[in-house]
């Protein structure tokens, strides 16, 4: 199973929006939508931001926004604040032989 | 919400096995599956394999199928991952996490296991 491709790096300035795809194929990403977004900080474990697609949970702000279109999933930071400076990980589910797969990772930096 | 607290950092000798807890509190385990994700230094996150509790069925990512085993202890709401034949490469920081409707959370503080001669 391969990792589901992200873009290396993406910036913005304060109050900019960035986003993130995360591109996979019809077993994983385009197959279900299970797809989910999670935040990493340096030295720190990762925190879910966004799950099934496009649903955000308690205390995430709604700066914070997930879609879907085909094989691609995408996640978009709007109002971008210092704070969101992180590396940001997709995942999807990949059916029961595979289970789940993660994305190669996307460092946000906030210039 | 559950809390996952995971052991202490390790060091272990090529050839050796490792095995990390991970054990809930604040919730209902058997809600949950527990799966193993490692991330390797400055390396992206990879998932290893999973536990229904409250079964006691495993399953495993093929990469690591046959030198990976994950079992579960309902009565301590406990959860092993077990990596045996370390090499180097198997130098990383694993996570434990909760998993519900395909999703990752929450996740442990993650433990270092560094694999060294």
């Known amino acids: 199973q391969s990792a589901l491709t992200q873009p290396p790096s993406a910036s913005g300035s304060p109050g900019q929006s960035v986003t993130i795809s995360c591109t996979g194929t019809?077993?994983?990403?385009?197959?279900?939508?299970?797809v989910s977004w999670y935040q990493q900080h340096p030295g720190k474990a990762p925190k879910l931001m966004i799950y099934?697609?496009?649903k955000r949970p308690s205390g995430v702000p709604d700066r914070f926004s997930g879609s879907k279109s085909g094989n691609t999933a995408s996640l978009t930071v709007s109002g971008l604040q210092a704070e969101d400076e992180a590396d940001y990980y997709c995942?999807?589910?990949?059916?029961?032989?595979?289970?789940?797969?993660f994305g190669t990772g996307t460092k946000v930096t906030v210039l | 919400q559950v809390q996952l607290v995971q052991s202490g950092a390790e060091v272990k000798k090529p050839g050796s096995s490792v095995k990390v807890s991970c054990k809930a509190s604040?919730?209902?385990?058997?809600?949950?599956?527990i799966s193993w994700v490692r991330q390797a230094p400055g390396q992206g996150l990879e998932w290893m394999g999973r536990?229904?509790?409250?079964?006691?069925?495993?399953n495993y990512a093929q990469k690591f199928q046959g030198r990976v085993t994950i079992t579960a202890d309902k009565s301590t709401s406990t959860a092993y991952m077990e990596l045996s034949s370390l090499r180097s490469e198997d130098t990383a920081v694993y996570y434990c996490?909760?998993?519900?409707?395909?999703?990752?959370?929450?996740w442990g503080q993650g433990t270092l296991v560094t694999v060294s001669s």
């Open positions: 604040g919730g209902t385990f058997s809600s949950y599956t």
């Open positions: 099934e697609v496009s």
């Open positions: 995942s999807s589910y990949a059916g029961s032989n595979n289970f789940y797969v």
């Open positions: 536990i229904i509790p409250i079964l006691g069925i495993a």
């Open positions: 019809s077993s994983d990403v385009g197959g279900y939508n299970y």
């Open positions: 996490a909760g998993t519900i409707v395909y999703t990752f959370d929450p």
